[in-house]
T-cell receptor, first 115, second 110 residues
Framework: GDSVTQMEGPVTLSEEAFLTINCTYTATGYPSLFWYVQYPGEGLQLLLKATKADDKGSNKGFEATYRKETTSFHLEKGSVQVSDSAVYFC??????????????FGKGTKLSVIP | NAGVTQTPKFQVLKTGQSMTLQCAQDMNHNSMYWYRQDPGMGLRLIYYSASEGTTDKGEVPNGYNVSRLNKREFSLRLESAAPSQTSVYFCASHRSLEAFFGQGTRLTVV
């Protein structure tokens, strides 16, 4: 079955540091890939997505590139802020089933950014 | 802009009690989902409904039932709660590939 593996946290960075959170996946076919973010006490929000190989998703300074050859979708940001402190989830959808967009999630990586 | 609304936000149950978690979305989405979130486990799919009138099991359906009442509402029922069902429950609906999540229900079973 499908699976997502992401680096375990927690990750603690100083403000303005460079962020990388690794994510690799196993799936049949050509899944769509996502990064979701969960701020304290809230539900998950879509951060960015990529639907085919070599696509780059980007939002709020975060980027991730769909690498089919390495089955990876690493999240990066050049300069993190305190407000980026949250839990980040890598996820995939293989689009199986009529009308179904089931997501398979990684375990999440907690990021804390200190001033 | 209500989006996905879950009730209640918090609940404490005794082992063996039953309860229903409510979820409603106002975005006219066809598909709706229930996930549970446990520490170190990410989110796992319990049940989903690809469209009004259909429901299917996800990865961890045991101990749960669902009802897709209409296009807006998708409820999750615990018939006889167990401590292993202590978790945070999230409802989501989809617009194509993008999922919209509610704020979650934190359930404790003692």
């Amino acid at each position: 079955g499908d699976s997502v593996t992401q680096m375990e946290g927690p990750v603690t960075l100083s403000e303005e540091a460079f962020l990388t959170i690794n994510c690799t996946y196993t799936a049949t076919g050509y899944p769509s890939l996502f990064w979701y973010v969960q701020y304290p006490g809230e539900g998950l929000q879509l951060l960015l997505k990529a639907t085919k190989a070599d696509d780059k998703g980007s939002n709020k300074g975060f980027e991730a590139t769909y690498r089919k050859e390495t089955t990876s979708f690493h999240l990066e940001k050049g300069s993190v802020q305190v407000s980026d402190s949250a839990v980040y989830f890598c996820a995939l959808s293989d689009g199986s089933g009529a009308g179904s967009y089931q997501l398979t999630f990684g375990k999440g990586t907690k990021l804390s950014v200190i001033p | 802009n209500a989006g996905v609304t879950q009730t209640p936000k918090f609940q404490v149950l005794k082992t063996g009690q039953s309860m229903t978690l409510q979820c409603a979305q106002d975005m006219n989405h066809n598909s709706m989902y229930w996930y549970r979130q446990d520490p170190g486990m990410g989110l796992r799919l319990i049940y989903y409904s690809a469209s009004e009138g259909t429901t299917d099991k996800g990865e961890v359906p045991n101990g749960y039932n669902v009802s897709r009442l209409n296009k807006r509402e998708f409820s999750l029922r615990l018939e006889s709660a167990a401590p292993s069902q202590t978790s945070v429950y999230f409802c989501a609906s989809h617009r194509s590939l993008e999922a919209f999540f509610g704020q979650g229900t934190r359930l404790t079973v003692v």
